[in-house]
T-cell receptor
Framework: GQNIDQPTEMTATEGAIVQINCTYQTSGFNGLFWYQQHAGEAPTFLSYNVLDGLEEKGRFSSFLSRSKGYSYLLLKELQMKDSASYLCAVRENDMRFGAGTRLTVKP | DTGVSQDPRHKITKRGQNVTFRCDPISEHNRLYWYRQTLGQGPEFLTYFQNEAQLEKSRLLSDRFSAERPKGSFSTLEIQRTEQGDSAMYLC??????????????FGPGTRLTVL
């Protein structure tokens, strides 16, 4: 079987830092992706990890531990526009998505 | 070509009718994916093409669903004898083998299907 688990909802304050965790159990692994999805819109690519460690891209960073089946997405200096769902996805031959974490950024 | 396009954006149909959706991927992308997404859930994989070959199809996919990509460019997804449970957003994505970013998928805007 295959499970990708992430929290359903999170709330944070503008300007703060938030960490969204993702754990996965898959039969194969060929990379982990994070996508952002605003309500009513298509997902857009944020980050990709295939090796253990931290990948930084501006205000967004993503971490992977393959041995633990664990990743997190770190968002710094939160802005109101960061309110969205954040989807963790694992690629085997195809892509499997978690249900998403709905982040609300409050002033 | 500025991105993945899908047509129509919205479709309302009566139960039992057939519907067909179209996806035009980014022109240089050889991989094309179909997903279904319902409210509060992540996209659910349906099927995947590399060029014109359909390489994988979800075991959850009913035989009422069929997808084609006859010339390795655009793709169609047909749902026969629609049911109310088919109501969802149908997303298409494309990617290119060999990109540095791990071949991330670029999503189209989706087709929202409502079955009455």
């Amino acid at each position: 079987g295959q499970n990708i688990d992430q929290p359903t909802e999170m709330t944070a304050t503008e300007g703060a830092i938030v960490q969204i965790n993702c754990t996965y159990q898959t039969s194969g692994f060929n990379g982990l992706f994070w996508y952002q999805q605003h309500a009513g819109e298509a997902p857009t690519f944020l980050s990709y990890n295939v090796l253990d460690g931290l990948e930084e891209k501006g205000r967004f960073s993503s971490f992977l531990s393959r041995s633990k089946g664990y990743s997190y997405l770190l968002l710094k200096e939160l802005q109101m526009k960061d309110s969205a769902s954040y989807l963790c996805a694992v690629r085997e031959n195809d892509m499997r998505f978690g249900a998403g974490t709905r982040l609300t950024v409050k002033p | 070509d500025t991105g993945v396009s899908q047509d129509p954006r919205h479709k309302i149909t009566k139960r039992g009718q057939n519907v067909t959706f179209r996806c035009d991927p980014i022109s240089e992308h050889n991989r094309l994916y179909w997903y279904r997404q319902t409210l509060g859930q992540g996209p659910e994989f349906l099927t995947y093409f590399q060029n014109e070959a359909q390489l994988e199809k979800s075991r959850l996919l009913s035989d009422r669903f069929s997808a084609e990509r006859p010339k390795g460019s655009f793709s169609t997804l047909e749902i026969q004898r629609t049911e109310q449970g088919d109501s969802a957003m149908y997303l298409c994505a494309s990617s290119s083998k060999g990109r540095q970013e791990g071949n991330e998928q670029f999503f189209g805007p989706g087709t929202r299907l409502t079955v009455l």
